[in-house]
Nanobody
Framework: QVQLVESGGGSAQPGGSLGVSCVAS????????MGWYRQAPGKERELVAS???????NYADSVKGRFTISRDNAKNTVSLQMNSLKPEDTAVYYC?????????????????WGQGIQVTVSS
């Protein structure tokens, strides 16, 4: 019903920058919160940053001052600009959206996920 597709990412050296973007498509009725999670090798998935439809942002302590999340409500997109990258930022990054969609004329709430995109930081 709702698909999230990530783009960007890739590889960078410590201190460099990368960006990841995500677009939601499908029978969307409303998206309340969009965000990014990441899962590093051998670790649990963690919330990196989130942003509400009103623009309120929340960041994990480990990325505050380095990462910036933004969204375009009209286009159903969310982006994460990652600066001053560190090796510990290496992970698969997952786009997430909390909202609702239409199906068969009815409204359903949902928690939607992208397939993940690799970010690698190494020298």
């Amino acid at each position: 019903q709702v698909q999230l597709v990530e783009s960007g990412g890739g590889s960078a050296q410590p201190g460099g920058s990368l960006g990841v973007s995500c677009v939601a498509s499908g029978t969307i009725y409303r998206i309340n919160v969009m965000g990014w999670y990441r899962q590093a090798p051998g670790k649990e998935r963690e919330l990196v940053a989130s942003i509400t439809s009103g623009g309120m942002r929340n960041y994990a302590d480990s990325v505050k001052g380095r990462f910036t999340i933004s969204r375009d409500n009209a286009k159903n997109t969310v982006s994460l600009q990652m600066n001053s990258l560190k090796p510990e930022d290496t992970a698969v990054y997952y786009c997430n959206a909390d909202g609702s969609h239409l199906s068969g004329g009815a409204l359903f709430s949902g928690d939607y996920w992208g397939q993940g995109i690799q970010v690698t930081v190494s020298s």
